[in-house]
Nanobody, 123 residues
């Protein structure tokens, strides 16, 4: 089992920054992938950023490219999402997710999810 705990959400004005953290505990795998998703009210869950623990190609949604940065600290089993120049449309619940075996796709097949952290960006 893998437990994922997110933190770092909050309320920020447009143009501001937040850093989300996701600490993984329990059984983790070096070949696994980690991702950040978000879900705004009335919408589906959107993949925001993803990468592997081994440091492979990082994926970013077009809507966040140049503003968000995915990073990892393997020693702490923690991944981060640095969010800069936040916009009101970034308002959502952000979820961390883990895939035990990276199969070449970041789009689905995640085995574990965190509880989510709310990010609210005011205009």
């Amino acid at each position: 089992q893998v437990q994922l705990v997110e933190s770092g959400g909050g309320l920020v004005q447009a143009g501001g920054s937040l850093r989300l953290s996701c600490a993984a505990s329990g059984r983790t795998f070096s070949s696994s992938a980690m991702a950040w998703f978000r879900q705004a009210p009335g919408t589906g869950r959107e993949l925001v950023a993803a990468s592997t623990w081994s440091g492979g190609t990082t994926y970013y949604a077009d809507s966040v490219k140049g503003r968000f940065t995915f990073s990892r600290d393997n020693a702490k089993n923690t991944v981060y999402l640095q969010m800069n120049n936040l916009k009101p449309e970034d308002t959502a619940v952000y979820y961390c997710a883990a895939k035990i075996e990276y199969d070449g796709s970041y789009n689905g097949g995640y085995d574990y999810w965190g509880q989510g952290t709310q990010v609210t960006v005011s205009s």
